[in-house]
């Protein structure tokens, strides 16, 4: 059975690409919402979600009594894919990440069964199995799975979005990651211990846990992240 959210998503690109061809400009409005359901062949609540995302992503306007209107086209509504990111800087990343990553496994350690928690396990084994033959690349692939994984946990859709960008984000600091194989046992057994709390379903601790683990990374690149005095710290 397809969830609502991958029917939302679904819909959410499909609209993104189409207002990124020009299928519909800047002041227009977009067909009504039967038509527009019927076109796309799913229903109007699923419609109207996705037309939620679209107007949180600053694409669109829902006006009331006359329908949806299209916005211009800004730097921050992209094609899906393309690298926002890339001007960032590492402390940059580690902000975002001290943001949301905690959030996200938090959701995570609710909901995730057991082939979710074996999905994870395998992109530690990779880790693993690079540390020990002192690969840094392949280190830094793992790792880079580890958190793509998780990112891909979370079903809800504006989430989703924005973790692609979290996730080009992190490539970003890829090459840190290749300069630094020393740390990547530190990496693997925080990360081990976030995919522990997310086993026994424990929220708080592996929120916990991945705040631990993005403030380390933030020490071992020599930058403090400045975080909120009533923001949670580990």
Request: charged share 20%; no cysteine; net charge negative.
């Amino acid at each position: 059975m397809i969830s609502s959210s991958t029917v939302v998503n679904s819909v959410v690109e499909k609209l993104r690409q189409a207002l990124a061809r020009g299928q519909w400009r800047s002041g227009d409005m977009l067909p009504g919402q039967r038509e527009l359901a019927e076109q796309l062949g799913i229903s109007r609540p699923s419609l109207r979600e996705a037309v939620t995302v679209l107007e949180t992503l600053g694409l669109v306007r829902a006006l009331p009594g006359k329908g949806v209107l299209v916005l211009e086209a800004d730097a921050t509504a992209q094609e899906p894919g393309q690298d926002t990111s890339a001007a960032a800087s590492l402390a940059d990343v580690l902000e975002l990440r001290y943001t949301l990553e905690p959030f996200i496994v938090g959701l995570v350690a609710q909901s995730a069964n057991s082939q979710d928690v074996g999905q994870l396990r395998l992109t530690l084994m990779d880790m693993r199995e690079a540390l020990e033959a002192d690969d840094s690349e392949a280190g830094a692939k793992a790792y880079i799975a580890f958190h793509e994984a998780l990112f891909a946990l979370t079903t809800n859709p504006i989430f989703q979005s924005v973790v692609q960008q979290t996730g080009n984000a992190l490539k970003q600091s890829a090459d840190m990651l290749r300069n630094s194989p020393e740390h990547l046992a530190a990496r693997l057994k925080e990360n081990e211990a976030v995919v522990r709390a997310i086993r026994e379903r424990n929220s708080a601790q592996a929120s916990a846990q991945m705040r631990q683990h993005i403030l380390a990374e933030g020490s071992r690149m020599g930058i403090s992240l400045n975080i909120p005095d009533d923001h949670p710290h580990p």
